[in-house]
Every structure is written in structure tokens, then in C-alpha cells.
């Protein structure tokens, strides 16, 4: 979901229009892909205005409204906050700020961060054919584009699409007939699940093995757009013979191996078999900020993977689970922020391996919201918005709808057995954007209800003026 964000703070107020292509100012020459593409949705107002000169809440006044809540919420005895002011960066609220501590699903935050400032927000990742070694052969190199679709059904919207690849490919060919396609994987390195997640996520519908080549996240059925879904368990071959159909290819004859080296040649229609390693056709990705988007909204672990592996081609690491880690945590030192508060395994939030701080969080969220950084800003845009998208569209809706949090919200959330989160930033009642973090990885209790429990915080923040 495509919607407005309104966020003034210190002067400065940021405004997601759609369609995406118009609001990054993208003037590049068309692509086969780009001219194929789904267009991209018209945005919806989703938060009011945070107004520039509006009242800060006082730290009196917020520990005056919060302790209570948490003091009762019993989220276990390892529940730590932050809460600051988006403005100023002034700390409001704290409790065991700088205790590194699971954050589950929060991952995701730093992942978006690190992808919008390694990659860009209108960087497309590309998946390309080129000519085998042998006459109709070709091989589709896998460039790590979760969002791949078989044709024009796929999960992702705006997706790249393997039946315009294989036309592209058929029109370059000309008189040679394809036979045979090879799949190249080479691009990811390292286990296709990370080692340490919980023994149920690589059958639980929720993870999948991340392979260069993937079509629609891995789903056997691309409708299955949120929450679980059944996935395949070799997407890459998978993705191979969907091309192979598309190009009118036994499926039979796909198998993996390595792409010859890139020919600069020029592929003739009608002329002789190009040379091994000729582009034969390529297709691109949305832009990097619509994959952050479809990440954080539906809190999309497989996406997150996906682009965690972007941050480490980009900072020159493997692209693995680990050389994702490592790439991340860079860029948030470059950033400026507290590095030595992080540890990283995956870029989904599935590891227990991973740490991170409530002040990490609410010190990225600042710097996306503020304005500094305009690239970080789709960190603010892809949050879920209370009472109305993504993982947030079924909460905030007690007492009752449209209480203080519903659409002024705006959050990712986390959850593994024992361990809850929420993150994001919140308008006060009295119209101060303020940035939060929740971390609790000792919740005695199951999720609805540390759901339930966790929301107080926020809401109580959206309902708050706390000004001195």
C-alpha cells in the first residue's frame, strides 16, 4: 500500500505523492521492462500533519503517562524503551535504552535503512539472459530479485516479468531455437537458510530459501500475498523452468551452472547463434523503495533477506547472511549511528542471534523522519499505519475505532516465541512527532496478548500532549 506521509519537524515536512516514478523524478530512458511495468498506485491519506511549531512533550510529562502503563503491561523483566523527540533528538522517555536485546521483526527497520542508503531508493535490481556456451543455450543469471513474477499474476506489484524476458530473449535469438536453459546462482553465497533461526521457519511458510533466482518470494501460489504461504523448496530451479516454458522449453532441459563470461557483441535476428556470454534480453526490479515498502508493511521476511543481500554487493561483502550483517552494519556507522549496539545475523529479524538497542532504533527512525537524510525517508513510508495497513491494520482498534493511535501510528512490529517488539513514530495529541522503540524478549505470555500490551505505549503517546 502506497500512501501520504506528512511529517513536519524542525521546519521540514516530507510528502510521499505516488506514483513512485514521479515523486523520485525518474528521467531515465524507458527499458523493456520499465515500459512494461504495472503503473503504481495512487496514494491515500493516511496521517495528519505533524505541525511545525507544535508543543515538545516534557520528560516529566511523558515518564508521568508511560510508567504506569509499563509498569502493568508485564511484558517480562527484559522490556526496554526509548522514546525521543524527532526534532531535537531529546531523549523523552527511557528504560534500558542501551540493553541489546532481541528485536524480532524490528530488524527490519535497519535493513531498509541500509538498502535505501547503500542502494538508493530508485536503484532496480536487474535479471538478465545471456547466450550459453553452446548454439540455444542460454542462462539466466539470477540478480536477487525477490519480486520476479511468471507473467502478469505475480505477487508484487510493478514486478518484472519472465514472459517479457523470454521474448525479449526469443526477438534476439532470431533463427536459433533456445534448447536448453541454464540457471546461475552464483551471485548469493552461503547457506540458503541462516543456521540459526528456529528449526520450524524454513518449512513454516513465513521464510524461504533465498536463492539468486526466485519468482513471486518463492510462493507456490503468488495470490498468498501476506502472512503464511507455502514456498518452493528450490525457487531458483523453479524460476528456471517457468522461463523454459515461457521460452517454449522442455523443462526438463534446465539445470544449474555459471554464465560464460559478458560478451559485448550484439545479438543479430536471422543471423548466426550469438557468442556465449552476448546479453540476450534483461528485465529490472521496482525501485528499491517499493521493496522496502512491501518489507516493512507486510513485514516480508523474504524480501528482507533479499534486500539485506543488496547492502552486501554494495559494500563489496558475499552476498550471504553474514556478509548482509557485516554490509549493515557499516552503513549505520556511516550514518553515525551505534554500531557497537548491533549485531546482526539475518536482515529479516528470524535470528535470535540478532541484537539490537530501543536507542539504535529511535535514533535511525530520527534521522529518516528529519529530514537529513532524504534517502532514508521510504524507512518513514513503508511503516504500517495503525488501524489501517499492513501488520498494523488489525490493531490500534481498542477502546474503540479511531482511538488516539489509529492513524497516527506508524510502526513495525515484531514477534518470535518470548519475544515482542513494536517501533516507529507516533504524532502527539498535541501534534509532536515523536519516535519510539519497545523491545521485551522474556514475554511470559502468548502474542495476542503481548500485542494488546505493547499497544498501550503508543497509543498512550498518540493520546498525550505531556507538554510541560
Known amino acids: 500500500m502506497v500512501g501520504l506521509l506528512a511529517l513536519g ?21 524507458a527499458t523493456p ?41 508485564g511484558l ?20 534500558g535504552p542501551d540493553t541489546v536485546t532481541i528485536p524480532a521483526s524490528t530488524t527490519k527497520i535497519v535493513t531498509a535503512a541500509a538498502v535505501l542508503s547503500a542502494r538508493g531508493p530508485t536503484y532496480r535490481i536487474e535479471t538478465r539472459v545471456v547466450a550459453g556456451a553452446n548454439p540455444g543455450e542460454v542462462v539466466i543469471v539470477g540478480g536477487g530479485d525477490p519480486t ?27 533463427g536459433t531455437a533456445p534448447t536448453k536453459v541454464i540457471v546461475d546462482g552464483s551471485l548469493f553465497a552461503g547457506p540458503v537458510f541462516e543456521p540459526t533461526w528456529d528449526a520450524d521457519i ?15 518470494g518463492a510462493r507456490i501460489n503468488p495470490k498468498q500475498a501476506t502472512g503464511y504461504a507455502k514456498r518452493y523448496e528450490s525457487p531458483d530451479l523453479v524460476a528456471g523452468q517457468a522461463f523454459a516454458k515461457a521460452l517454449g522449453v522442455s523443462t526438463k532441459a534446465v539445470s544449474k551452472g555459471t554464465a560464460p563470461a559478458t560478451s559485448d557483441a550484439t545479438p543479430t535476428p536471422g543471423g ?64 553515525g549511528l551505534p554500531t557497537a549496539e548491533a549485531a546482526l545475523s539475518d536482515g529479516s529479524g ?12 529511535t535514533d535511525l527512525l530520527k534521522l529518516a523522519a528529519d529530514g537529513s537524510h532524504p534517502e532514508l525517508a521510504g524507512v518513514i513510508s513503508g511503516l504500517p499505519v495503525a488501524a489501517w495497513s499492513g501488520t498494523l491494520r488489525d490493531r490500534f482498534r481498542s477502546p474503540a475505532p479511531g482511538g488516539p493511535g489509529a492513524g497516527v501510528v506508524r510502526a513495525k512490529t515484531g514477534t518470535l516465541g518470548g519475544v515482542n517488539s ?47
Open 33 to 73: 521492462s520499465a515500459a512494461a511495468s504495472t503503473p503504481e498506485p495512487e496514494p491515500s491519506p493516511v496521517l495528519v500533519a505533524s505541525a511545525t511549531d507544535a508543543p515538545m512533550p516534557s520528560a516529566a510529562g511523558v515518564s508521568a503517562v508511560l510508567d504506569p502503563i509499563v509498569a502493568s503491561a
Open 202 to 216: 524454513p518449512t513454516s511458510g513465513f521464510g524461504a530459501a533465498t536463492t539468486a533466482l526466485t519468482i513471486n
Open 148 to 174: 520476479l513474477a511468471v507473467n502478469g499474476t505475480g505477487t508484487y506489484p510493478g514486478a518484472a516479468r519472465l514472459d517479457q524476458l523470454a521474448k525479449q530473449v526469443k526477438e534476439a535469438l532470431g
Open 9 to 29: 519537524t524542525a521546519g521540514t515536512v516530507i510528502v510521499r505523492p505516488g506514483p513512485v516514478a514521479g515523486w523520485l523524478g525518474e528521467g531515465t530512458a
Open 272 to 335: 548466426a547463434a550469438p557468442a556465449p556470454g552476448t546479453v540476450l534480453g534483461k528485465v529490472e526490479s521496482p525501485p528499491i523503495l517499493r521493496l522496502v515498502e512491501f518489507m516493512l508493511t507486510d513485514s516480508d521476511n523474504v524480501v528482507a533477506e533479499y534486500l539485506a543481500r543488496q547492502v552486501a554487493i554494495a559494500g563489496n561483502q558475499p552476498a550471504s547472511y553474514t556478509g548482509g550483517g557485516v554490509a549493515s552494519l557499516a552503513v549505520l556507522d556511516q550514518l
Open 350 to 361: 528470524l535470528s535470535r542471534k540478532n541484537r539490537l538497542t530501543p536507542t539504535l532504533l
Open 76 to 95: 517480562g523483566g527484559r522490556t526496554h524503551l526509548s522514546v525521543v523527540d524527532v526534532a531535537t533528538g531529546e531523549s523523552l522517555y527511557s528504560r
Open 422 to 468: 513494536i517501533s516507529g513514530v507516533v504524532v502527539t495529541a498535541q501534534g509532536r512527532l515523536l519516535a519510539f522503540a519497545v523491545l521485551a524478549d522474556k514475554v511470559p505470555f502468548g502474542k495476542d496478548e503481548a500485542e494488546t500490551r505493547l499497544d498501550r505505549i503508543p497509543n498512550a503517546l498518540a493520546g498525550c500532549g505531556c507538554a510541560a
